[in-house]
């Protein structure tokens, strides 16, 4: 990072990569056009634009990009997917919607760097041949659409978007979409049912795969902003070059967002894989508060199965199979797998020894009761289901078998429903379930069962109970 | 319904974004009747409806879908306090109850379908709000359009008084 001066109080940490991040908290950095080019801003869109489009999406597939908004898809492998006789127009989407709890990255390239994300899109875009591509941001980012229209309008200005940009014959607009505070606009299908005007209830794969039918029936390549930015780097690097930053098969770097109970939360850019999660606690996050100890950490976001502090992994190394703990996990793609959670969206949620896990399971359970869209049954009925049984627990109501009914809730989600979200939602209490029973049923009483659970089976107890009037 | 000459200007320039498909433009257009209005009436619905070649219902079921949309006008400071598990240890609900004690807000009215809360004297208006992207630096809120960070509970007077 050589030279390059921080905020007081915001330099990256030692163990930090910064990449993406760069220009973030940066003193004398601003959000103009002209501050960007003035450290070769826009030169790679423009040595792009002298590429053949394939040989662009060459470069990325080489780079082993894999998505960073929450599945982790090969960036390269899904563009590859537009039907290679297709002659509908294609269109790019920037996925801004942000809203996975605990991520909290992709606003501050938002704020501070936008013309990066716009080089990124101009670079995407011509790669997979889009002439119209819309940023879709979240309606809780008022500021952050408003900088990247000011953006968007001094790169036209320049000439880097519209007709013939920088007479490359390539033309490109890009437009600015803001939501409306749900999170189900998150899911790429859901994202483009809601650019049509419509709820944003996500279509079914197959055959709803947006690289073959996306926005308005088109191809349609949904990425999320920390991705579209990557895409820069590597043309500036090369893609083989870019590949040498990370391990094997999780290449290049990462924002990790870190919140919950630590010294130093926030964000840090790091080396995808090059850090335990041990490391990132302690080194970079300053460790837990005085006195505490770890009880557990969600890895990727609140979708994530969440990790228990003492559990014990077998994992893949070489040819090796070796255990391994909580601390020992590099924070990379193919082992968060591997042990049963997922690196999702680099939302890492830290809980020490103070929390109450009903508390927090709670606490997940009713976002996604709010969140859930509704059309599948067992995604509306058993989010809400799961609140209901969580929230009866931490009221004091609570039965020891509501446990087992949670995680019976939850299976009966799991892979029977339109979109993702579904996982999402019963990931949280599945994990919770299974690592933490004993708590959970530690938190109910027996007594509650003989009960009436609510109103209406209050009134027929009572009523059942009555003397019938003569 | 009196739509002023510059909104119509930005409702015309917001429909120009979606060559394709004026539809598109359903969410643009909500947003600047919203901003203007204070919130989207049954004849902003309608308005929308005209200007875009729908059905009046095609614009209602956005409308009752988006959280982000509202059908009542909020107080004069709308509050989104996030309540969500990162914010929500750092004491979201906490700083909740002080902001509805310190600004006159009585929030047990709300319900799924109502979840705003006003403020006898209209000044103010409240609602919970799904993670806001900041989890490290809770708990956060938006005021209108003004984010803040780090608002610990015992905060909450102080954030009032600067709308005011
Ligand atoms: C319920 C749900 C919510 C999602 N929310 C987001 C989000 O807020 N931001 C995002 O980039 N991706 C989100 N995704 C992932 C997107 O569907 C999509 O995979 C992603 O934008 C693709 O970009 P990438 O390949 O660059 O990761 C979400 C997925 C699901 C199932
Ligand atoms: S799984 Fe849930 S969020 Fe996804 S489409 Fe079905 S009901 Fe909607
Ligand atoms: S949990 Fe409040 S901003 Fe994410």
Redesign the interface.
């Known amino acids: 990072m050589g030279d390059i001066k921080y905020l007081q109080g915001k330099q990256p940490h030692a163990r930090e990569k910064r990449l993406i991040f760069r220009n973030i908290d940066r003193e004398g950095w601003d959000t103009s056009i002209e501050r960007y080019v003035k450290e070769g801003g826009y030169d790679q869109a423009k040595k792009a634009l002298k590429m053949e489009p394939k040989a662009v999406t060459d470069e990325v597939k080489g780079s082993g990009l894999r998505g960073r908004g929450g599945a982790g898809f090969p960036t390269g492998v899904k563009w590859g997917f537009i039907p290679p006789k297709n002659t509908k127009p294609v269109y790019l989407i920037c996925n801004a919607d942000e809203s996975e709890p605990g991520t909290f990255k992709d606003r501050y390239i938002l704020h501070q760097d936008p013309h990066q994300l716009i080089e990124g899109m101009i670079i995407s875009s011509f790669a997979v041949g889009a002439h119209l591509a819309y940023i879709y941001v979240r309606e809780e980012f008022p500021e952050a659409a408003q900088i990247l229209e000011k953006a968007i309008a001094e790169a036209h200005e320049k000439g880097f978007l519209g007709k013939d940009i920088q007479g490359s014959g390539f033309d490109l607009e890009i437009y600015v979409h803001r939501g409306a505070g749900a999170y189900i606009c998150g899911e790429e299908t859901g994202l483009i049912e809601s650019l049509e005007g419509k709820r944003p209830y996500p279509r079914i794969k197959p055959p709803y795969f947006p690289a073959a039918l996306g926005l308005y029936m088109s191809p349609t390549i949904v990425n999320n902003v920390e991705t579209l930015c990557h895409v820069k780097h590597i043309i500036e690097m090369g893609g083989e070059e870019y590949a040498k930053l990370g391990t094997p098969r999780n290449t290049g770097t990462r924002i990790l967002c870190v919140s919950g109970d630590v010294q130093k939360p926030g964000y840090y850019e790091v080396e995808v894989g090059k850090l335990t999660f041990g490391e990132l606690l302690n080194d970079v996050c300053g460790g837990l508060l005085p006195g505490r100890k770890l009880k557990a950490v969600i890895p990727g976001g609140s979708s994530a199965k969440v990790l228990k502090a003492d559990e014990r992994f077998k994992i893949k190394k070489g040819d090796e199979e070796v255990e391994i703990g909580v601390e020992d996990i590099p924070m990379d793609f193919d082992t968060l797998m591997a042990c049963g959670s997922m690196a999702g969206s680099g939302g890492v949620i830290i809980m020490d020894d103070s929390r109450s896990m009903s508390w927090v399971l709670n606490n997940i359970n009713n976002f996604y009761a709010h969140e859930s869209c509704g059309q599948c049954t067992p995604c509306r009925e058993g989010s809400l289901w799961m609140k209901k049984i969580t929230d009866r627990i931490e009221a004091g109501g609570g039965m020891p078998s509501d446990v087992d009914t949670l995680a019976s809730v939850a299976k009966n989600i799991d892979g029977r429903t339109i979109c993702a979200f579904g996982e999402a939602s019963s990931w949280p209490t599945s994990s919770f379930v299974a690592k933490f029973r004993d708590e959970l049923i530690g938190a109910t009483d027996e007594a509650n069962a003989s009960k009436p659970s609510n109103k209406e089976q209050a009134a027929q107890q009572r009523y059942l109970a009555e003397e019938p009037v003569a | 319904m009196d739509i002023p000459a510059d909104l119509e200007t930005k409702i015309n320039e917001a429909i120009s974004?979606?060559?394709?498909?004026k539809?598109?433009?359903?969410?643009?257009v909500?947003?600047l009747l919203q901003h203007h209005f204070g919130f989207v009436s049954e004849e902003g619905v309608t308005y929308a409806a005209e200007k875009?070649g729908l059905e009046p219902i095609?614009v209602l079921?956005?409308v009752t879908?988006?959280?982000?949309?509202r059908q009542c006008a909020p107080g004069k400071y709308h509050i989104?306090a996030c309540?969500?598990?990162?914010c929500?240890?750092s004491g979201s609900y906490e700083l909740m109850d002080k902001l509805c004690s310190e600004a006159g807000i009585d929030r047990s009215t709300v319900t799924?379908h109502d979840p705003i809360a006003v403020s006898k004297d209209g000044k103010y208006s409240i609602e919970f709000?799904?993670?806001?992207?900041?989890?490290?630096?809770?708990p956060v809120c938006?005021v209108n359009?003004e984010?803040h960070e780090k608002v610990e509970p015992e905060k909450a007077k102080g954030l009032l008084n600067q709308y005011s």
């Open positions: 974004h979606y060559p394709v498909s539809r598109s433009a359903v969410l643009p909500l947003h875009l095609n079921e956005v879908f988006y959280p982000g949309f989104r309540r969500t598990l990162s929500a240890m799924h709000a799904e993670c806001l992207a900041s989890c490290g630096f809770g938006l359009d984010f």
